[in-house]
Nanobody, 125 residues
C-alpha cells in the first residue's frame, strides 16, 4: 500500500478543511486507515480512523463532533473533514495504514506500517 495525503492549507479559526488520503493498493480489504497529526514540539497523536470494509469510524476525544472521516471505495480514498477548526488544530497531518483492525493499538502510531507524506494545516486565530 502507498498513501498520498493532500488538502492541507491555511484557514481561519472556525473554518473547515477536507484532507484526502489516496491509497494505491490492489485491495484495502481489512485495512484501517488512520489520521495522525504532529504539532511542533509535540508527539504525533491519533486523530481519527476508519475501517475500510465496514466504514466504522474512530475518533480522538478532542475532535469528536468537529471532524468526520469517510471513504470513497471507488477512488480508494479516505477523507478527513475538519470543521470548527481552532489554533490548536495546527499541525502536520498524516494518513497511515494498518493491515487489520486491532482496537488496542488503533491509536498507536507504531501499529501502522505505511505512512503517507504529511500535509500542513495551519489555523490562524
Amino acid at each position: 500500500v502507498q498513501l498520498q495525503a493532500s488538502g492541507g492549507g491555511l484557514v481561519q479559526a472556525g473554518g473547515s478543511l477536507r484532507l484526502s488520503c489516496a491509497a494505491s493498493a490492489r485491495t484495502l480489504s481489512d485495512y484501517v486507515i488512520g489520521w495522525f497529526r504532529q504539532a511542533p514540539g509535540k508527539e504525533r497523536e491519533f486523530v481519527a480512523g476508519i475501517k475500510w470494509t465496514s466504514g466504522s469510524t474512530y475518533f480522538a476525544d478532542f475532535v469528536k463532533g468537529r471532524f468526520t472521516v469517510s471513504r470513497d471505495r471507488a477512488k480508494n480514498t479516505v477523507f478527513l473533514q475538519m470543521n470548527s477548526l481552532n489554533a490548536e488544530d495546527t499541525a502536520v497531518y498524516y494518513c497511515a495504514a494498518q493491515p487489520r483492525l486491532i482496537l488496542s493499538t488503533l491509536r498507536r502510531s507504531e501499529a501502522y506500517d505505511t505512512w503517507g507524506q504529511g500535509t500542513q494545516v495551519t489555523v490562524s486565530s
